[in-house]
C-alpha cells in the first residue's frame, strides 16, 4: 500500500553535505512511520533516523545525531535526510523504510518495516 523511491545520492567529500529524498505514495504519510536505513558492503543494514507516525518525533542512531536530520512534509508525501559533516564510514546505500503499524520495540529493526524503496548510493571519499 506504501511505494518508496530514494533520490539524492552521489559522491561528497568528507565534512561535505548531502540531501536524500524519498517520494512516498499510498496511504497518508503522516500516520506512516518512515525510517532511513544505511548498508555498506559486507555489512548488515542498520538504523539510521526514524520519524514517528502522528507526532512527527524523530530517533536518531547515535553514530549520526547531531550530524543527521530526518523531516517530512506530509503535505507532498516526502521524507528528507539532510546529512551534515558526512565521514567516510557513511558510505552506503540509503533505504528509505515505512511501517503503517510499527511498535516503538521495532523502530531500530529492518524486521519493523513493511516497505522499502530501492536504495540510494551514498560515497564520502577521504
Known amino acids: 500500500q506504501v511505494q518508496l523511491v530514494e533520490s539524492g545520492g552521489g559522491l561528497v567529500q568528507a565534512g561535505g553535505s548531502l540531501t536524500l529524498s524519498c517520494a512516498a505514495s499510498g496511504r497518508t504519510l503522516s500516520r506512516v512511520t518512515m525510517g532511513w536505513f544505511r548498508q555498506a558492503p559486507g555489512k548488515e543494514r542498520e538504523f539510521v533516523a526514524a520519524?514517528?507516525?502522528?507526532?512527527?518525533?524523530?530517533y536518531y542512531a547515535d553514530s549520526v545525531k547531531g550530524r543527521f536530520t530526518i523531516s517530512r512534509d506530509n503535505a507532498k508525501s516526502t521524507l528528507s535526510l539532510q546529512m551534515n559533516n558526512l565521514k567516510p564510514e557513511d558510505t552506503a546505500v540509503y533505504y528509505c523504510?515505512?511501517?503503517?503499524?510499527?511498535?516503538?520495540?521495532?523502530?531500530?529493526?529492518?524486521?519493523?518495516?513493511?516497505?522499502w524503496g530501492q536504495g540510494t548510493q551514498v560515497t564520502v571519499s577521504s
Open positions: 520519524s514517528w507516525r502522528t507526532s512527527g518525533y524523530t
Open positions: 523504510a515505512a511501517d503503517q503499524s510499527i511498535i516503538l520495540s521495532n523502530l531500530r529493526s529492518v524486521k519493523g518495516y513493511d516497505y
